[in-house]
């Protein structure tokens, strides 16, 4: 239950949920869906102009991790998925330059991704970033 005090005036209390995460990726509109805020290996911008290799590394920022260590990496496991397969995750820590809370994801994008828009999300735990977020695969 969540009240808020001001002046000695006591909102009215409401039931809020508590999450271990609520994992969320950057996009290039900031809708939250569609092109991914991603670089590909090379430091390019991921984008259908400019799109990862197979087999290549991409760097995704994120959100939502919950509870971080000391070094501002996630406690709860991180699992990501491009393309609707499991990639190898290499890292997932504090975004250099950024404020707290805002993470890198960086994987291994699998070899037997289809070319195109392939669908990306990240897991923190069990609990999944939202659908419809894409980065471009060659």
């Not at 996009?27 to 102009?49: F, K, M, R, V």
């Not at 404020?99 to 735990?125: C, K």
Request: charged fraction near 15%; hydrophobic fraction near 40%.
């Amino acid at each position: 239950m969540i009240q808020i005090e001001v002046n000695g005036r006591r909102s009215a209390a409401v039931l809020a949920d508590v999450l271990d995460a609520k994992p969320g990726l950057f996009t290039a509109d900031g809708s939250g869906t569609g092109q991914a805020t991603a670089l590909n290996e090379d430091g390019s911008p991921n984008s259908g102009a400019s799109p990862a290799f197979r087999g290549s590394i991409i760097s995704l920022l994120a959100t939502g991790a919950g509870v971080s260590d000391e070094t501002g990496a996630p406690v709860l496991p991180v699992r990501v998925q491009i393309g609707g397969q499991d990639a190898d995750l290499i890292d997932a820590g504090q975004a250099d330059g950024q404020p707290a809370g805002v993470l890198r994801i960086t994987a291994r994008i699998r070899d037997g991704i289809a070319a195109g828009d392939a669908p990306v999300r990240f897991f923190f735990g069990y609990t999944p970033s939202p659908a419809g977020t894409v980065i471009s695969v060659q």
